[in-house]
């Protein structure tokens, strides 16, 4: 029977004998290129593969909520016919939100490698509320009446339901296809552990797990590698917690805005005015500004504010969401005594703040820990040193009594600093004077050294050094090395 060599058609070896280039060309270098280019072009396909099967993932979970909504929509399609549509969107929407678990609102964290790793997704739930706040603008758009908005707002959604199911196929067809090219060659990574066990006949102690007239062998497994994993029982990448890292600082809530999260959360008629004279806060941007307030008054331990502030910030967002009569809708709903959009806004409520009090207790800790060890943020200064080896900064005082011109224009400028600065000047230390300094601003300090400059009270004088004493001589002596090494640092 012949020998069947195909399954080595696969191998991807580097045949460098019969490669031919140009004489001007350096053949090593020319095979080391191409070998680079290999090298590059089979990471950058394996980068590509991890983007899609993750971007797969987030897909599929969109496509999970969005599918949840539409059926929710399609279920009280009937109830529209007799009720106000909108609140019969407004309940579909509610009992889509509340029939997930938040623990699995967050997607996961990007592999590392790929495009804005460290970048965090914003959560499904704030998704689907850009994807409710994209429908109720293309109704109004489209200037429909409110005895068909319900039905155009079932097709609207599903519109959006069959986009991500098209991005979703033309995602697999691109990935099948990556992984059909990568799996075409075989190559040294393409090398794994093959057998890593053994069978061992043990017998067992005597005395152990048997009769008095002994037992007999048994037969047991013996790892080679104990700690092995196999990739499959590998854990899925950790969920992210928050969008922590985001610049908070460009985020700012308006006036208006921050007017309204002052109003407490058990004043609905008070918000709901508010809302109603001001719809122009009903924005993304405000929420994140007043959910920026939040967290800052967590971090200073003022924890009723701060979720006074997430309850204001949802509760525009939640409006927002439920499109043009959004804002009356949702007051009514949350002000009926047991219904269910109580349920879902509170617990929604509850998990934003305590995601927001978790990490903002562990920014207080870091930085009790780091107050405690001392540590600092680095504030630049303004100091005076000598730069020159041999070379000292004198400090003398313009006396006031002076015929001189430039000594009575050096006195008014030192009368011009501030009392501080004047004692410190007085005593002629200059230790005692970047002290000073160092209390200052940069931009204050350095106008000061300017006028110190002017004022001839500083100095720079070379220094006269006692050579008969043993201080003299060590300072001699490092002066010396100092030059040396001015010269040749090596």
């Not at 938040?102 to 970048?119: C, F, L, M, S």
């Not at 967290?295 to 939640?318: G, K, M, T």
């Not at 002000?335 to 998990?351: I, L, M, N, R």
Request: glycine share 6%; with cysteine.
């Amino acid at each position: 029977m012949p020998v069947d060599y195909s399954k080595w058609d696969a191998l991807e070896l580097s045949d460098d004998s019969d490669i031919e280039v140009h004489p001007n060309v350096d053949k090593r270098s020319f095979i080391r290129a191409k070998q680079n280019q290999i090298h590059q072009q089979r990471q950058e396909r394996k980068l590509q593969i991890e983007t899609y099967k993750y971007e797969r993932v987030v897909n599929n979970g969109l496509i999970k909520r969005i599918s949840g909504l539409l059926d929710a929509l399609k279920s009280h399609a009937s109830e529209a016919r007799t009720k106000n549509p909108a609140e019969v969107a407004f309940q579909a929407v509610m009992e889509s939100a509340a029939s997930l678990d938040p623990k699995d609102d967050q997607p996961p964290a990007r592999p590392a490698g790929i495009h804005n790793a460290e970048e965090s997704l914003p959560t499904y739930t704030k998704m689907m509320a850009t994807l409710l706040d994209q429908v109720n603008k293309a109704l109004d758009e489209k200037k429909v009446g409110q005895d068909e908005r319900y039905n155009a707002m079932v097709e609207e959604v599903g519109e959006h339901l069959k986009k991500v199911e098209e991005l979703q196929g033309q995602l697999e067809v691109k990935l099948a296809e990556l992984e059909r090219e990568e799996a075409r060659k075989i190559t040294s990574e393409s090398i794994h552990t093959g057998f890593d066990s053994t069978h061992i006949n043990k017998s067992s102690a005597p005395g152990v797990g048997g009769s008095a007239g002994g037992s007999k062998p048994s037969s047991s497994v013996e790892l080679l590698n104990p700690n092995y994993t196999p990739p499959e029982a590998l854990p899925a990448p950790s969920e992210a917690t928050a969008d922590d890292d985001d610049d908070d600082d460009e985020v700012t809530a308006s006036p208006a805005a921050q007017k309204f999260a002052n109003i407490k959360s058990s004043e609905y008629r008070e918000s709901h005015a508010f809302l109603s004279s001001h719809p122009e806060i009903l924005t993304e941007k405000e929420t994140d500004g007043i959910l920026v307030m939040a967290f800052d008054a967590q971090l200073e331990n003022r924890s009723d504010y701060a979720r006074n502030c997430v309850h204001q910030a949802l509760l525009i967002q939640y409006c927002r969401a439920l499109g043009r009569d959004g804002v009356a809708l949702f007051f009514k709903r949350i002000t009926t005594p047991g219904h269910k959009a109580q349920e879902v806004f509170y617990k929604d409520v509850q998990d934003t703040y305590m995601k927001i009090k978790n990490r903002s207790r562990e920014i207080n800790l870091q930085r009790a820990k780091d107050e405690a060890e001392g540590k600092t943020e680095g504030v630049e200064q303004i100091q005076l040193h000598a730069v020159d080896p041999g070379t000292v900064i004198n400090i003398r005082i313009p006396p006031k009594d002076s015929d001189d011109l430039d000594v009575q224009t050096g006195r008014a400028i030192f009368e011009s600093f501030s009392p501080e600065m004047q004692r410190a000047l007085e005593t002629g230390s200059l230790e005692e004077v970047n002290k000073v300094l160092g209390k200052m601003s940069v931009e204050d300090a350095e106008e000061v050294v300017g006028k110190l400059g002017e004022s001839g009270v500083l100095s720079v004088e070379e220094e006269v050094i006692d050579a008969t004493t043993e201080e003299g001589k060590e300072k001699i002596k490092k002066l010396e090395q100092e030059a040396k090494y001015a010269d040749d640092p090596e």
